[in-house]
């Protein structure tokens, strides 16, 4: 039959393209990209050679078969599990060492798996049907890109499988005594588990708690009997394991005490501070968790567990971290624009290097080398997380969008689920993205040198060459001239050099930093050229890398920033690991700086700042130029990337304006600051 009142169309036809089909759409396609994530990390792992793969796996597999090896199973200090662990991988034999990698890193899929289904199922009812069809994709996704599952499937260790244990004990197993047998188990594994025993007893299940203790109890003390030796070295010898797998003071160990070690102290006195801390630490997560508990946040509750336990461990590893991916649980913030940046900021804790969440700048370094640490003491003791009974859990404040001015053409934007809302973004997922995206073009345009050191220069002197021609036939080759005209002039050298290194970024961060507190809407609008600008301008990197003229043997160019270079043997260029000094076409210091001038030109609101705003590119190509670091075609190829960033913005989002609301003749984003915004500026 015809459903007439649609038009036409049959009714079947309707079902199959409304949200539930496009929902199982995304369900079908998520769970295609944690297959494509999981057969990768395989590949990565298997397909590296012997020796580079497993390496804490293959330390275990001794003459006899696994772990049964001559000596300590401490004697290398390799292996860092409980004399529990030691005996439940003891059964592997021999026969079974030609598979072991392959059974290991399959296993390990399988179990991350299941943690991921056990997460999604265990999310705070009532649950969404949206939320119910995505979350178990997402968090095995999630779980596959982390940096301790990927460290686990390397390494060849077992540190997934504590997790699991106390999420189905905790959160699964219905009966008490069962649940509370397999947290022992785990904590027979992994000790600081202990923590989730106090948990237990707290909210009401106390035979599941002395359950859990018993089987720890258990485990440890077969352990003692089967292997008294090991058992006496890691308890007595190497406290809990502390000081096993390396040294406690590197940067690996994510736990107070690594902290404090590195921080100088040591002895006693550190001890005394690491027990001191750690103590309060626990006291105030269990507390916490108690809280979420009892208010239907189970997964919450054990998350907050999990990392006081990684902070008060004496040693944490990066495989063993992975109690703080599980925090993305927790809800924070009234509005729901700002419900998104703690879970980012978690997912990239736990996904990307310190180094690119931080700068590599010395003031930075007790931040990032503790980053990790920190984000499981915030998830432990601070994160005010929502409670149910919040108003806000359910309901955040929603986000007031503008109305968009319409496009000359009816198929822009061709991203209309991208509006602007009309109040500013939240400061923290902004400076997270910024340095996030930054760190991801650095590492970008490092990799763009095209091939190895000789060729990569070779190259890059070829495409030199051949700017230089056609320089020459449009009659516009001018760098040797203006370069060598500066260099006369000690003065105009040393102010161009100081406009050269000083404005590339600090221009471009205010005009940045003004638009947020002044114009949010048309803040997103400029953030999103400037994105789509560096984007296309890493593609000109990539396609094309270019020696600039500093970098141009024979040529007679001094580069008047760096110094003289020994281009026979150049200290550095793409042949470091610095930067990729041969991503010169398209100019980004000319783009960016077109990019503000541009930006400043069309919503200053006096002439006098339209006119500054446009000489601050005039400045920067004649500083480029005049220092030899880029040709004057460069300048033309920033100017094409920046025409193509607004452009691209204006197709995928649609026009900068809005429409004025009825009555005021002006757009909302220019009306009365809202409540909050008034609030900000107060401060």
Not at 184 to 201: E, K, N, Y
Not at 497 to 517: G, I, K, M, Q, T
Request: glycine share 10%.
């Amino acid at each position: 039959m015809v459903d007439v009142e649609h038009g036409g169309r049959p009714a079947d036809a309707l079902a199959a393209s409304g949200p539930g089909a496009r929902l199982r759409a995304a369900r079908l396609a998520l769970w295609a990209l944690a297959a494509t994530l999981a057969a990768r990390q395989v590949a990565v792992v298997l397909g590296s050679p012997s020796g580079r793969r497993l390496t804490d796996l293959e330390t275990w597999v001794g003459p006899q078969g696994v772990l049964h090896v001559r000596g300590s199973l401490y004697d290398s200090t390799r292996f860092t599990g409980t004399p529990f662990a030691g005996l439940v991988l003891k059964p592997l034999t021999r026969a079974a060492e030609q598979a072991l990698g392959w059974g290991w890193t399959f296993g390990t899929l399988l179990l991350v798996a299941a943690l991921g289904l056990v997460a999604a199922r265990a999310l705070p009812r009532p649950v969404g049907r949206r939320t119910a069809l995505l979350a178990a994709p997402v968090a095995v996704s999630l779980l596959m890109v982390s940096l301790p599952v990927r460290t686990t499937l390397w390494l060849g260790q077992t540190s997934v499988v504590p997790v699991l244990l106390v999420l189905l004990g905790c959160l699964t197993v219905r009966g008490e005594r069962a649940g509370g047998a397999l947290v022992g188990l785990a904590a027979a594994l992994q000790p600081t588990v202990l923590l989730f025993v106090p948990l237990l007893w707290c909210t009401g299940r106390r035979r599941a708690a002395r359950a859990a203790a018993a089987g720890f109890a258990g485990g440890t003390l077969l352990a003692w009997a089967a292997m008294p030796g090991d058992s006496a070295t890691y308890w007595v010898h190497h406290m809990a394991g502390a000081g096993l797998g390396g040294s406690a003071d590197a940067l690996a160990n994510q736990s107070l005490h690594g902290a404090l070690l590195r921080s100088g102290l040591s002895g006693p006195p550190e001890i005394a501070l690491f027990l001191l801390l750690g103590s309060a630490v626990a006291v105030l997560a269990l507390r916490r968790a108690v809280r979420y508990a009892r208010d239907g946040q189970p997964l919450l509750a054990v998350a907050v567990t999990g990392c006081a336990a990684v902070a008060v461990s004496p040693t944490t590893w990066q495989h063993q971290a992975l109690w703080v991916l599980l925090a993305v649980a927790g809800r924070v913030g009234e509005r729901a624009a700002d419900r998104t940046v703690w879970p980012v900021a978690v997912v990239l804790v736990t996904t990307l290097p310190a180094t690119m969440m931080l700068p590599n700048t010395p003031v930075m370094y007790p931040l990032r080398d503790n980053l990790v640490l920190l984000a499981a003491l915030a998830a432990a003791t601070a994160v005010p997380f929502l409670s149910r009974t919040s108003p806000s859990y359910a309901a955040p404040v929603p986000t007031e969008y503008a109305r968009q001015v319409p496009a000359r053409t009816a198929h822009v934007p061709l991203l209309p689920f991208l509006r602007r809302p009309l109040t500013r973004p939240n400061l923290l997922m902004e400076l997270l993205l910024i340095r996030v995206t930054y760190a991801a073009y650095q590492q970008v345009r490092l990799a763009a040198s095209g091939g190895d050191d000789e060729a990569a220069r070779a190259t890059a002197e070829h495409h030199g060459r051949m700017v230089l021609a056609a320089e020459r036939f449009l009659r516009v080759d001018i760098e040797h001239a203006v370069n060598h005209a500066v260099v006369q002039a000690g003065w105009l050298r040393g102010l161009l050099d100081f406009y050269y290194e000083s404005f590339h970024f600090v221009v471009p961060l205010a005009v940045l930093a003004v638009l947020y507190r002044r114009r949010p809407v048309d803040y997103r609008w400029a953030r999103a050229s400037l994105g789509f600008t560096t984007l296309l301008a890493l593609t000109g990197f990539w396609l094309f890398p270019l020696a600039p003229p500093r970098l141009m043997p024979g040529l007679g160019f001094v580069d008047t920033v760096h110094g003289a270079q020994d281009l026979a043997n150049p200290d550095y260029g793409a042949m470091t690991a610095i930067t990729n000094q041969y991503a010169a076409m398209p100019s980004l210091h000319f783009g960016w700086s077109l990019w503000c001038g541009v930006v400043v030109a069309v919503l200053a609101p006096r002439w006098w700042m339209k006119a500054l705003g446009l000489l601050h590119p005039l400045f920067t190509v004649t500083a480029i130029v005049a220092t030899a670091n880029h040709w004057v075609l460069d300048a033309a190829g920033g100017a094409l990337v920046v025409g193509g960033g607004f452009a691209l913005g204006y197709v995928l989002i649609g026009p900068r304006g809005v429409v004025p609301e009825r009555g005021t003749g002006r757009p909302p984003a220019q009306r009365a600051p809202l409540p909050e915004e008034r609030r900000v500026g107060s401060r």
